[in-house]
C-alpha cells in the first residue's frame, strides 16, 4: 500500500482548503466544536469535512487518520 505521504505529493490525495483546515484541528487535538468556532463553521461541517478526509486518506477511524497523517508529515 502506498504510504499517505507519497500519495499527497503525487497529487492523488486532494485535500480542499477546508479539508486542510479542519485536519490541521483535528491534529492539534481539538474537538468538532473547538474547530467549528476557530472556522466561524457550524459544527456539522467539520464532521463532513472530517468524514471526507477520513475517506481520502482510507482511515477508518480517527485514530488511524491522525497515525496517517504523521506519517505523511502534515503540518
Known sequence: MTQPKALLKQGKIKL?????????????????KQIASDLRLCERTIKTCR?????????????????????????
Open 16 to 32: 480542499s482548503e477546508r479539508e486542510i483546515a479542519v485536519l490541521r484541528g483535528v491534529v492539534q487535538g481539538k474537538l468538532n
Open 51 to 75: 468524514a471526507a478526509v477520513m475517506r481520502k486518506f482510507g482511515a477508518d477511524t480517527l485514530a488511524e487518520l491522525i497515525m496517517l497523517t504523521a506519517q505523511s508529515e502534515f503540518d
